[in-house]
């Protein structure tokens, strides 16, 4: 039972370190908009299942 408890915790604490990570990622680009934006994960093109060849935009 111990374990379970502290396997819950784990995963829990990783998952809101990700979300403060995210959340700085955001506000540092928004402070240094030169940079560019923040790139999101599992975005872009080839990211999702509607983006077909030769039918995305290229970014610069």
Do not use: H
């Not at 809101?16 to 093109?45: H, T, Y």
């Amino acid at each position: 039972m111990f374990n379970l408890l502290i396997t819950i915790v784990i995963i829990f604490s990783l998952l809101l370190a990700w979300v403060l990570v995210q959340q700085a990622a955001r506000k540092f680009a928004a402070k240094n908009p030169e940079l560019g934006p923040v790139k999101e994960e599992g975005l872009g093109c080839g990211k999702t299942c509607g983006c077909k060849i030769g039918s995305c935009k290229q970014v610069d």
